[in-house]
């Protein structure tokens, strides 16, 4: 589910996205291999939860991939390979139980319309995860961004890293690491620095307590 219509998704998107998609995708080739990929094995089922334009289930090296979204532009921005799920989150998903072993998820819980949504989105995922499954979610922390959160029209859901760890567990997982502090906020209408820069960052964890602004959570079904 989101709180706003396929067409509002289409018009917000390609509006934000059309001026850097080409550095976006160069910049989740670098996150991919040097930090991603360790958590997912050659052989896993990896769905996409709100994929947006396939930057990260395009380039992660699995067995098999889907993508889930509600804007129409996402299917053309997908490679043949993965199969893409138009449907709402919060519903129930087009999976058989235990039939995915990472469910990965970035930038997009913000866009639901409350918790309530999230913690039946959160049902769905345990529900199709096998036994030992993971969720892999990032996302932009309201505790760094009290006042920047509110500046994109289609965030609605405010999240700490405490608040979705809270949530997950409540959901039944269990939580395998939690950071506060990951990546920067967003790249949208910013410097398009060099990808060989957050090379460097990934390995540089004292600069995640100063520049990042989103939270990382990895948590896994029993």
């Known amino acids: 589910m989101s709180a706003n219509s396929a067409d509002d998704l289409q018009r917000i998107y ?19 291999p040097s ?15 709100g994929c947006g334009y396939g930057e990260f289930i395009n380039t992660v090296q699995c067995g098999k991939k889907f993508a889930m979204d509600l804007n129409p532009d996402a299917p053309r921005h997908l490679e043949p390979a993965v199969k893409f799920l138009e449907q709402d989150c919060s519903a129930r998903w087009q999976l058989d139980d235990g039939s995915l072993n990472v469910v990965f998820t970035s930038n997009f819980f913000e866009h639901l319309p409350d918790k309530a949504s999230l913690g039946r989105t959160l049902d769905e995922i345990f529900r199709c995860l096998a036994p030992g499954g993971k969720i892999i979610a990032m996302g932009p922390n309201i505790r760094y961004l009290p006042g920047k959160y509110w500046d994109f029209w289609d965030h609605h859901l405010p999240l700490t890293e405490k608040s979705l760890a809270e949530g997950l567990t409540n959901r039944g997982f269990e939580v395998m690491e939690c950071t506060a502090r990951f990546v920067p906020y967003t790249m949208v209408n ?25 939270f990382l959570i990895i948590a896994s079904k029993p």
Do not use: C, S, T
Request: aromatic share 18%; no cysteine; charged share 20%.
């Open 35 to 49: 930090f991603f990929q360790k958590y997912i094995a050659p052989n896993d089922v990896v769905l996409d939860l």
């Open 190 to 214: 910013q410097r398009e620095y060099p990808v060989a820069f957050l090379k460097l960052y990934l390995h540089f964890r004292l600069a995640w307590q100063i520049l990042g602004k989103q």
């Open 14 to 32: 390609g509006a934000r996205f059309a001026g850097n998609l080409a550095y976006r995708r160069k910049v989740w080739k670098v996150l991919i």
